[in-house]
């Protein structure tokens, strides 16, 4: 089993839909989060980070963390075409420690 | 001004070879790392240094070896290139011992995509 499940999609929705991509993960001892996105030959760029359980918004993103369900979520309001790449999750033990990565979600918005 | 640069973009090569990939970051982390992402998409870990010390050294084979001549640089040489090591090779970079509640991001740079043939 792998540390961290992400389903890989993809994910196909109409512009202005709600998105939500989920990551689970089997160590408790992580403690800071993150969701990247990754354009097409391009390198991830950091959307959303959060530390601990508890939600954070920035603009349409809102990343959820649930510890106890080990659990955490990323929703898109009014997606765009510009939103389509893939969503990356990640959670570390610490800061200086290794990230580990979901396999990743393809998301397609269509106009 | 790009944060973290890697050269080359693309690299092809034969099998056997020996070739090397740089990368810099201007952002003043301490902290640079390298992580392999193959043809499904999945980033894994294989190296990371903080101020020229190697820190993490993932199950990577010893034909490939990083070198840190400075905090602000990561190169990866790899041996003996297989086909198998086909993948894109992307560098990042963070700033350790960031206190809890800030920022703890990586900066990735846009990576390197290594073919072998």
């Known amino acids: 089993q792998k540390e961290v499940e992400q389903d890989p999609g993809p994910l196909s929705v109409p512009e202005g839909a709600i998105v939500s991509l989920n990551c689970t993960y089997s160590?408790?001892?992580?403690?800071?989060f993150m969701w990247y996105r990754q354009y097409s030959r391009k390198g991830p760029e950091l959307l959303m980070y959060?530390?601990?359980?508890g939600n954070k918004e920035d603009g349409r993103f809102t990343a959820q963390v649930d510890k106890s369900s080990k659990y955490i979520s990323l929703f898109i309001r009014d997606s765009q075409p510009s939103d389509s790449a893939t969503y990356l999750c990640?959670?570390?033990?610490?800061?200086?420690?290794?990230?580990?990565f979901g396999a990743g979600t393809i998301l397609r918005v269509k106009s | 001004d790009t944060a973290v640069s890697q050269t080359p973009k693309y690299l092809v090569t034969q099998m056997g070879n020996d070739k090397s990939i740089k990368c810099e970051q201007n952002?003043?982390?301490?902290?640079m790392y390298w992580y392999k992402q193959d043809s499904k998409k999945f980033l894994k870990i294989m190296f990371s240094?903080?101020?020229?010390?190697?820190?993490i050294n993932e199950t990577v084979p010893n034909r490939f070896s990083p070198k840190s001549p400075d905090k602000a640089h990561l190169n990866l040489h790899i041996n003996s290139l297989e086909l198998g090591d086909s993948a894109v090779y992307f560098c990042?970079?963070?700033?350790?011992?960031?206190?809890?509640?800030?920022?703890?991001?990586?900066?990735f740079g846009s990576g390197t995509r290594l073919t072998v043939v």
């Open positions: 160590n408790s001892a992580f403690q800071y």
């Open positions: 959060t530390y601990s359980s």
């Open positions: 990640a959670m570390s033990l610490g800061y200086g420690n290794k990230l580990v």
């Open positions: 952002l003043g982390h301490d902290t």
């Open positions: 240094y903080n101020n020229k010390e190697l820190i």
């Open positions: 990042a970079s963070s700033q350790f011992g960031s206190r809890p509640g800030v920022n703890y991001g990586y900066t």
